[in-house]
Every structure is written in C-alpha cells, then in structure tokens.
C-alpha cells in the first residue's frame, strides 16, 4: 500500500471495500475468540449459554448499523432481500454456504499441512471437530427447537441440517426405534479425490470424534459405532457409514 497512506481518509474506493471486507473478518474471528475464551474460564455448556445472549444481542446491533448503512430493510429480524429471494434460489444460497464451509475447513487443513505436515494437520484437524461437532449439535437443536433429549427420531432431523447436508448425499436406514445406520453415499471430498485417481482421504480419527460429539450433543444417551470409515475398506455405495444407539434401560 502507498506509505503516504496515513488514515481511512486517505483510501482509494477499491481499498475502502477492502477494508470493510477485512473487518468483518476481524468481527467473525472477534465473536469466534470470545466463545472460544468463555469456554476456556467457565466450561463448554455455559459458554454455549452465553452464546445465545451475546449472539441475539450482536446480530440487532450488527443488522440495525448494516441495513442502514446498505440501504435494506429488515422484518421480523431478517434481511428483506433475503425473504424477497424465490425459495429455490435460497436453496441455492444453503448449497453455496455449505460448499464454502467445507472448501475454507479444506484450505486451513491444507495450510497446516504445508507449513508443518500431515500428522499436526490432522491433529489440528481432529480437535477443532471437538468443538465444532458439538456446537453445531447445539446450533441445531436450537434452530429446530429439539427437546433436551429427543432421541434417536431427533439425531434423524438434526442430521438433514449439518453443514455437510447441504454438499454431500447421505441416506438413514432404520433399524428399531432406538437404532439407525447412517451412510455418507457421496463425500464432496471424497469423491474429488477419487476422479483425481488418489486414495480415499483416511478421516476415520476425525470421523469418531465429529459423528460420536455431534450425536451426544443432539442426546447424550446415543452412542455412536462406526461401521465403516477410510483408511476402512468400504462398497461403492458409500465412502463412510455409522450406527446410532441408544441403549434400552431395564
């Protein structure tokens, strides 16, 4: 940048929306830091109980100052263009964000990866699941308006609405009441790697953490098995699969 560049005054317009760019940036990774240090001083559950104050809060001040400043309206707390969109195109949009998520979760695997190699890339990897498989439980509970323990039927919804639902096809098979075989038929990454002739990508470490955080957070009674995951052989008609339980009480 021009070392006579002193202020935000000083910018050019191309580098005045830089700088909006960047700070909204700088407020996602804020937020993320926040929760991130609450959980560290209190515990997980009453972080995410913060969470459903700070965000409520953060997102009326946010969307007050941006449907302002940008000129939309906001009803019943949503962006009016986002309610004016046909329904498919908001379909579209969820594929988009979902795409985009799972592309970023790629670029930090593999910027590990190149600074430091595969064994602390996967490590990283598999702890920042940890947290985000339970989170993302709790994130849809909410949004769902699940009970506290809704059981196996619950774990069936909440799965429809991960992030990977959107990218990915995925189907449930129903064994009883209390049990259900879930299978990943087509993984995005997966998949990229076999029409590039590689070798599936070994996620099963990965894959017991995420599947059994992220069922204990729909219930905490479900336990989780996996029946089949990479490095694991596996048919074509899915790359992973894993069973939910919830175990009968005598």
Same mark, same amino acid.
């Given at each position: 940048? @021009? &070392? @006579?560049?002193?202020?935000?005054?000083?910018?050019?317009?191309? /580098?005045?929306?830089?700088?909006?760019? @960047?700070?909204?940036?700088?407020?996602?990774?804020?937020?993320?830091?926040?929760?991130?240090?609450?959980?560290?001083?209190?515990?997980?559950?009453? $972080?995410?109980?913060?969470?459903?104050? $700070?965000?409520?809060?953060?997102?009326?001040?946010?969307?007050?100052?941006?449907?302002?400043?940008?000129?939309?309206?906001?009803?019943?707390?949503?962006?009016?263009?986002?309610?004016?969109?046909?329904?498919?195109?908001?379909?579209?949009?969820?594929?988009?964000?979902?795409?985009?998520?799972? $592309?970023?979760?790629?670029?930090?695997?593999?910027?590990?990866?190149?600074?430091?190699?595969?064994? @602390?890339?996967?490590?990283?990897?598999?702890?920042?699941?940890?947290?985000?498989?339970?989170?993302?439980?709790?994130?849809?509970?909410?949004?769902?308006?699940?009970?506290?323990?809704?059981?196996?039927?619950?774990?069936?919804? $909440?799965?429809?609405?991960?992030?990977?639902?959107?990218?990915?096809?995925?189907?449930? &098979?129903?064994?009883?009441?209390?049990?259900?075989?879930?299978?990943?038929?087509?993984?995005?990454?997966?998949?990229?790697?076999?029409?590039?002739?590689? /070798?599936?990508?070994?996620?099963?470490?990965?894959?017991?953490?995420?599947?059994?955080?992220?069922?204990?957070? &729909?219930?905490?009674?479900?336990?989780?098995?996996?029946?089949?995951?990479?490095?694991?052989?596996?048919?074509?008609?899915?790359?992973?699969?894993?069973?939910?339980? &919830?175990?009968?009480?005598?």
């Amino acid at each position: 940048m @021009d &070392i @006579d560049i002193q202020g935000i005054e000083d910018l050019g317009h191309e /580098d005045l929306a830089r700088l909006i760019l @960047d700070m909204l940036h700088r407020t996602v990774v804020h937020h993320t830091l926040w929760f991130r240090e609450v959980e560290h001083q209190m515990g997980f559950e009453k $972080a995410l109980e913060i969470m459903k104050t $700070a965000y409520r809060g953060s997102y009326d001040a946010q969307m007050k100052r941006l449907s302002r400043d940008l000129g939309f309206e906001m009803k019943e707390g949503i962006p009016a263009p986002l309610l004016d969109m046909p329904k498919e195109k908001l379909v579209e949009l969820v594929g988009s964000l979902g795409a985009n998520w799972i $592309a970023g979760d790629g670029i930090w695997f593999q910027a590990v990866e190149a600074a430091y190699g595969m064994n @602390d890339a996967k490590r990283c990897n598999d702890s920042c699941w940890t947290r985000f498989s339970p989170f993302e439980a709790w994130s849809i509970k909410q949004f769902l308006g699940l009970a506290e323990r809704p059981g196996i039927e619950g774990l069936k919804r $909440a799965l429809k609405f991960r992030m990977y639902a959107s990218v990915n096809i995925q189907s449930v &098979i129903d064994e009883g009441p209390n049990s259900i075989v879930f299978q990943m038929n087509d993984c995005r990454v997966q998949s990229a790697r076999k029409r590039r002739g590689l /070798d599936d990508y070994p996620c099963k470490s990965v894959g017991l953490v995420e599947y059994g955080r992220f069922a204990e957070g &729909i219930d905490a009674r479900i336990q989780t098995e996996c029946v089949g995951c990479p490095p694991d052989p596996h048919p074509d008609e899915w790359f992973c699969s894993w069973r939910f339980t &919830i175990p009968r009480e005598d």
